[in-house]
């Protein structure tokens, strides 16, 4: 599931689009299939796209991802294997996340699988000058075998998920504008919390209203001028709900707990901030975690869902039960007709069917 991100009004602010162009001249393939973000087009409806969001972010993860996709490329054209034509650009460039997110999940398998096979025995389609062919070639055991990526497209679940997170990402931005302040947060949510109807699927404004309502309850805007990480899985750990102290003040019931020196707790930064919380809303609370870093020129939110363990039986993630059925109607199909089957024989190899 793809990080939402948002940023101050419709348009990216010209010295925001500066710092990305500055981040993006370090990746000389990806400033070249961007062109430099010299076209108006590079405004906030692009935020979804990857190589847009994380150029604006700028932080180390950040920095990090555009390296490992800089390498990928680089690596690819190299040996020959991948040739950027126009309608790669276009992908790539997309805002749509279901355009752009594919065509990096080809990059990266076609470097995964170069790796494996080696420049003589693979081959990426999207390299050649050709129409309607599958995406990879390999060679194995004296056989040529074609192979078809295809990428799950998002459920109902994902759409609902996608528009809570948008719709609470540009209401977080409202308020910042109407407190005058500039920052950027980052949000982790725990989506297994969302509101759900009576068939158990998740309800978009209900849920949005939620997460929104616990920002407030929460106060997060009174630390939009620090420099913070808040861990609430590990606050929630270190003050467990006993009998009716839920409503007790947290600085309280922390004031005898030695604070952690990770980072994520600091008593100068947060004593102030613990004394308006109370522990149930702690306990209650959809974040996993939130980070809030100084951003001088406007105010960028991202969301993203933590990470999700189906194999967990006690997982209790709005779908999980579809989606595990789903999983393994798959896995039987799949099983079936595991063997290759061949469809077509062209003279130049099977094209396997699998």
Same mark, same amino acid.
């Given at each position: 599931m793809l990080t939402i991100i948002r940023?101050?009004?419709s348009f990216v602010e010209k010295e925001i689009l500066e710092k990305a162009r500055a981040n993006l001249s370090q990746f000389p393939n990806l400033n070249f299939i961007f062109n430099n973000f010299a076209s108006f087009s590079f405004n906030?409806? %692009?935020?979804k796209n990857t190589v847009f969001g994380n150029c604006i972010n700028g932080d180390i993860n950040s920095m990090d991802y555009l390296e490992r996709l800089e390498k990928t490329l680089s690596n690819l054209i190299a040996k020959k294997k991948l040739v950027i034509k126009t309608e790669f650009i276009k992908r790539m460039t997309s805002n749509d996340p279901w %355009?752009?997110?594919s065509v990096i999940s080809e990059i990266f398998i076609a470097d995964y699988l170069l790796s494996i096979f080696g420049p003589n025995n693979f081959q990426y389609e999207e390299g050649r000058r050709t129409e309607r062919k599958p995406d990879f070639t390999i060679t194995a055991n004296n056989r040529q075998y074609n192979l078809e990526l295809r990428t799950l497209m998002k459920g109902k679940t994902e759409e609902k998920i996608e528009r809570i997170f948008d719709g609470v990402c540009i209401h977080i931005l409202d308020l910042l504008k109407e407190k005058g302040s500039t920052c950027n947060i !980052? !949000?982790?949510i725990d989506t297994s919390k969302l509101c759900v109807n009576q068939?158990?699927?998740?309800?978009?404004e209900r849920s949005s209203k939620y997460l929104l309502s616990y920002f407030n309850k +929460?106060? !997060?805007l009174s630390l939009v001028k620090c420099k913070i990480s808040i861990d609430f899985e590990y606050l929630r750990r270190l003050v467990p709900i006993e009998g009716n102290k839920s409503d007790m003040n947290t600085s309280r019931a922390l004031e005898n707990i030695p604070y952690d020196d990770d980072g994520s707790l600091k008593p100068s930064n947060i004593a102030e901030w613990l004394d308006k919380i109370a522990i149930n809303? +702690?306990? +209650?609370?959809?974040f996993d975690s939130i980070r809030i870093t100084q951003n001088q020129d406007t105010s960028c939110v991202s969301i993203s869902p933590i990470d999700v363990d189906f194999e967990d039986k006690y997982s209790s993630v709005p779908g999980a039960a579809a989606s595990e059925m789903n999983k393994k109607a798959f896995i039987d199909q799949k099983r079936e007709h595991w063997r290759p089957k061949v469809i077509e024989n062209n003279g130049r190899g099977d094209i396997l069917q699998l």
């Open positions: 940023c101050y009004d906030n409806s %692009h935020n %355009h752009f997110s !980052i !949000i982790r068939e158990k699927q998740i309800d978009v +929460l106060d !997060i809303d +702690l306990q +209650l609370c959809p």
